[in-house]
């Protein structure tokens, strides 16, 4: 790691876990990508259409727009203006509902339906609303366990023809609430936010480089945020979705 004081011409190498090298048990190293979906053969199509028989009665989504966020200038996730369909499931978003369950959202095409899996295992699934977006709300994902989570997109003849994954550690239920009783003190200071502390939830691609560059400035500064989360950054070069980070001023 370079020292908070050098300022290299190029940002250090601070990759999302993507970017990171050969897998090992401690870590995860892979981010959220499009993942090449390989023709499935015909008793892949049928247990997918078998699973999907056995949670026939899914509840639509309802109609909403593409979900689509961005980092504000106090860290803050807001959403941003949507944007056209997609060709292919998408995954926008991981934060967390005001009772600690885990909220994932995205796009697809309208009328397909979206399964989310942890570890191969079936979280939930619903079907992408009119507008192109799909939300899920998970509470069996336990604290302080790394999950790979995939996104799966079926087709009405119940074929899997595009998927999304990303690894993703659930916070636990003493962080969410330190990060809600920080926003509600932001608030009631007026939301008077952008010019002092907060908080963010680490999203699919992130990496403190370029959280820091979002928060500051200037990446360099990723730094500070990495020393006021010493207790939740093991290694700067990896961290996950679903963390939340706090955002201290420079």
Do not use: C, K, M
């Not at 820091?212 to 200037?218: L, P, S, V």
């Amino acid at each position: 790691l370079p020292t908070p004081s050098a300022t290299p011409a190029s940002p250090p190498q601070i990759p999302t876990s993507a970017e990171t090298d050969a897998p090992r048990p401690d870590r995860v190293a892979a981010d959220a990508a499009d993942v090449a979906t390989a023709p499935q053969a015909a008793s892949d199509h049928a247990a997918d259409a078998a699973s999907l028989s056995e949670h026939a009665a899914l509840p639509p989504a309802a109609p909403t727009a593409p979900i689509v966020l961005r980092v504000g200038p106090d860290g803050a996730v807001a959403p941003a203006a949507p944007q056209a369909p997609v060709a292919a499931v998408t995954l926008d978003a991981i934060s967390y509902a005001e009772d600690g369950a885990v909220v994932i959202s995205g796009r697809g095409r309208p009328g397909h339906a979206v399964r989310v899996l942890a570890d191969g295992a079936l979280v939930a699934e619903t079907v992408i609303g009119e507008g192109g977006g799909w939300r899920i709300e998970a509470s069996s994902l336990l604290p302080g366990r790394v999950y790979r989570l995939t996104v799966q997109e079926i087709d009405g003849g119940g074929r899997r023809v595009a998927q999304v994954e990303t690894p993703f550690r659930r916070e636990a239920p003493e962080a969410l609430a330190a990060a809600a009783a920080a926003a509600a003190q932001a608030e009631t200071r007026g939301g008077a936010a952008a010019a002092g502390p907060g908080s963010i939830v680490v999203q699919p691609g992130a990496s403190l480089w370029r959280i820091a560059q979002t928060r500051y400035g200037e990446g360099v500064l990723y730094t500070v945020i990495f020393a006021a989360n010493r207790d939740s950054i093991d290694d700067p070069n990896l961290i996950y979705p679903g963390q939340i980070f706090a955002l201290p001023d420079r």
